[in-house]
């Protein structure tokens, strides 16, 4: 079946404390990326990866880092975690850049620093 | 840059009745437009998307969306709805040419009534 699966899907955390969520995808898409949904805002891209090796900051990639070592994967580490962090996380990839814009989601990661 | 702006946070419809959910988006250049749908404790998951031709798009579960280019708008239509419908629904735009970041709007939240 073909899926974007997140882990973990719940974490509790407490400041200051490094965490990695990581997410991979079974459909070889080149495009990948992360955005964070908070009330009211919608979802907001932390971080794309365009290929291997290829990641750009999105809107709001302060706090983040990525890393795109294997197409399949693309990990999203809190070095240093914050309550402003805290938010449901979504990884989502799609083909390539010439797709016009389907995403596929994973079913979110749902982060509270303490 | 481009921008999204859902004008309702929240719909409540009574189950059978119809609905529209309305989008409008800002662009200096043309665009893909997109609505996705996110059931409670899930991922988003594509609804429908306009990329050119027709101006009224049919997607999945009945729904449908026509593009107003004068009125940059792209407002979701449904003319019966049911209780299975509850859920939030995201509108996006991507732009034709560049990266292939999908900017999200508010959300809306779809509540169906008995």
């Known amino acids: 079946e073909a899926q974007v699966t997140q882990n973990p899907r719940y974490l509790i955390t407490v400041t200051g404390k490094k965490l990695t969520v990581t997410c991979s995808q079974n459909?070889?898409?080149?495009?990948m990326s992360w955005y964070r949904q908070d009330p009211g805002l919608g979802l907001r891209q932390i971080y794309y990866?365009?290929?291997?090796?290829?990641?750009d900051k999105g809107d709001v990639p302060e706090g983040y880092k990525v890393s795109r070592k294997e197409k399949r994967n693309f990990p999203l580490i809190l070095e240093s975690p914050s309550p402003n962090q805290t938010s449901l996380y979504f990884c989502a990839s799609s083909l390539s850049r010439a797709n016009t814009g389907e995403l596929f989601f994973g079913e979110g990661s749902r982060l509270t620093v303490l | 840059a481009q921008s999204v702006t859902q004008l309702d946070s929240q719909v409540p419809v009574f189950e059978e009745a119809p609905v529209e959910l309305r989008c409008n988006y800002s662009s200096s250049v043309s665009v893909y437009l997109f609505w996705y749908v996110q059931y409670p404790n899930q991922g988003l998951q594509l609804l429908l998307k306009?990329?050119?031709?027709?101006?009224l798009v049919k997607g999945i579960n009945g729904f449908e969306a026509e593009f107003n280019k004068s009125q940059t708008s792209f407002h979701l239509r449904k003319p019966s709805v049911h209780i299975s419908d509850t859920a939030e629904y995201f509108c996006a735009v991507r732009l034709l040419q560049g990266a292939q970041k999908l900017v999200f709007g508010q959300g809306t939240r779809l509540t169906i009534n008995p």
């Open positions: 306009y990329l050119s031709g027709s101006t």
């Open positions: 459909m070889n898409h080149e495009y």
């Open positions: 990866s365009m290929n291997v090796e290829v990641t």
